[in-house]
């Protein structure tokens, strides 16, 4: 089985290196790879090592129209050279030419994993057309949550009987694995000694993440906890506004612009936190969620995303409305029930929903279905 995986803008992705080493460890199925980045992405390099082959297009999304055009026929030569059984695509800006590409090249299977819904809804609805194009030309679509696969159906009338829902995955072990010496530089670097509670922010600095909302909670929350932290992790386009609106609620003590951490260090500081608080608009998955429900960290969250499907409100996290009143009123609502309790149950759903080996199941079982293999 030979499968021909699509990815712009990213030199780098963690969980298709997963999935490489497992099917170099398995010996199946073979992968080759295609990838639209401005740079010779890093990729390459990791892929190759496994055995696979890349193929690199040159491509920048400052020009999305003209690059997606230019990358449109060279996608179709390579895709109609490699002879794949199946072509599956992960981003908008590489499933738009790969699906359009593997129709007119004839492959059977063309399966997209829908990562992106919503983001043209929410910023640029002229390229909403562009989504359901892509759905009708690919003969499978992986759904990474309940409420991608519904906003799927209805928004982008999709066919209901293309949709799997195979949610994403992360490795346990890995996001989970606490270094006492990092925790003790960002404890010293944060300044969380002697704060509570201490709740955490992972995300973007952009519109949709929701930061003005928890900042409006701040303002709630510390005139019953004085010394509450929130920590801003996340850089963005953003990111000098919500700084203004912090210094403008009077909150410079009590909000801390983190900047970005390492990806090794993000289990150590979710080790920091009492609180894990998410206030997205539409989120397709939210990594975040599952990085620190492993962690044991219990969740704050606007009922979206991974956290939509993994949430009980009140017994493995708490749900709220994306606004400061609400999102203030979960907070001090997490705070009066057994915090430990909830971060348990959280992680026990994590471990249940969201690790790789499910991801890697699920992801081949379309595949195998799709094939005729089951």
Known sequence: MHIVHTFSNCSSVPYMSWFAARASREGSP???????????????????????????????DRHRKRGILKTLPLMWWHILRLRPDVVHSHLFDDSLPAMIAAWAARVKVRAVTKQWTGVHWLQAPRWVWTD????????????????????????????????????????????????????DQLRQRFRTEGRFPV???????????????????AQVVVERHPR?????????????????????????????????IPRPDMPSFYSLLDIYLHAAQLEPFGFVYPEAMMNAVPVVSTPTGAARDALEDGKSGILV????????KGIERLLQLDRHAIGQAGREAA????????????????????????
Request: hydrophobic share 45%; proline share 3%; net charge positive.
């Open 30 to 60: 073979r992968y080759s790879f295609i990838l639209m980045h401005p740079e010779r992405p890093r990729m390459i390099d990791e892929m190759e090592a496994y055995g696979f082959k890349c193929i690199w297009i040159k491509y920048s």
């Open 132 to 183: 359901r194009l892509i759905n009708r030309l690919a003969t499978h679509l992986i759904a990474v949550t309940g409420e991608c696969k519904q906003f799927m159906i209805d928004m982008e009338h999709a066919d209901p009987a293309k949709i799997h829902l195979v949610h994403h995955g992360i490795d346990p072990g890995a996001e989970t694995r606490v270094d006492a010496g990092t925790v």
């Open 199 to 217: 709740i955490g922010t992972v995300a973007r600095m952009i519109e949709w993440k929701g930061h003005r909302p928890i900042v409006d909670a």
């Open 228 to 260: 509450a932290l929130f920590l801003f992790c996340g850089m963005g386009e953003l990111e000098k506004n919500v700084r203004k609106y912090v210094e403008e609620k009077g909150l410079a003590d009590h909000i801390l612009f983190t900047g970005r």
């Open 321 to 328: 409305e994306r606004n400061g009143a609400a999102i203030a």
């Open 351 to 374: 471990l249940r929903l969201f690790t790789f080996d499910r991801m890697w199941a699920g992801t081949l079982k379309v595949y195998h279905q799709a094939l005729g293999k089951e």
